[in-house]
Each structure stands twice: as structure tokens, then as C-alpha cells.
């Protein structure tokens, strides 16, 4: 089993930056993957970016450039920078993990981007 509790959303303006932390219950190392997906309303959810336990990575076409995940083994953390955001950035994001062919989602922050 695996919790994760996202932090770090919020309302910013079109250009800005915002930082997403994902805190999960065990250590991350033993985690195969990890990653960020988001929900806009009205819209499927899609993937954003995911980061394996060797450390590669994988952008949806959208974000990339702009965004980068990257993992705190150390304190149990994965997080995504998001740069020059747009206002077609706004959606709740989701953490998500993948931890012995399971998937575990966390709660979900809004993140706003105001034009």
C-alpha cells in the first residue's frame, strides 16, 4: 500500500511558475514509477509526467520544456516545476505511483492559471 499527499497548487498567472510536491508513505525507491496526471473539467484525465525508480523520465508533448519532475529519495518526494504556465495548464493534478502492478492515486490539487 502506498499514500501520497499532494501539496503546492494554487492560483497563478499565465507566464508564472508553480512547484508540486507528492509525499508518499514508503520509501520511494522501492516504487517502480511515479508521476503527475491531470484533469481539466469537462476532459479525460492525462498523463502530465512520470519518473521510473532509475531516474528516466517521460513528458506528455504539451509540457515539455516547460515542465520537469524529479524525485527526493531522502524525504520520500517526488515533485514537478512548472514554468511559463498557460492557462490551459488549469486542471486538478493527481499524483499517482505504481508499486507492485498497483496504481495509487493521491487526492488531487488545483492548480489555476489566470490569463
Known amino acids: 500500500q502506498v499514500q501520497l499527499v499532494e501539496s503546492g497548487g494554487g492560483l497563478v498567472q499565465a507566464g508564472g511558475s508553480l512547484r508540486l510536491s507528492c509525499a508518499a508513505s514508503?520509501?520511494?525507491?522501492?516504487?517502480?514509477?511515479m508521476g503527475w496526471y491531470r484533469q481539466a473539467p469537462g476532459k479525460q484525465r492525462e498523463l502530465v509526467a512520470t519518473?521510473?525508480?532509475?531516474?528516466?523520465?517521460n513528458y506528455a508533448d504539451s509540457v515539455k520544456g516547460r515542465f520537469t519532475i524529479s524525485r527526493d529519495n531522502a524525504k520520500n518526494t517526488v515533485y514537478l516545476q512548472m514554468n511559463s504556465l498557460k492557462p490551459e495548464d488549469t486542471a486538478v493534478y493527481y499524483c499517482?505511483?505504481?508499486?507492485?502492478?498497483?496504481?495509487?492515486w493521491g487526492q488531487g490539487t488545483q492548480v489555476t492559471v489566470s490569463s
Open positions: 519518473i521510473t525508480s532509475g531516474g528516466s523520465t
Open positions: 499517482y505511483a505504481l508499486f507492485i502492478l498497483s496504481n495509487y
Open positions: 514508503r520509501n520511494i525507491f522501492s516504487i517502480n514509477a
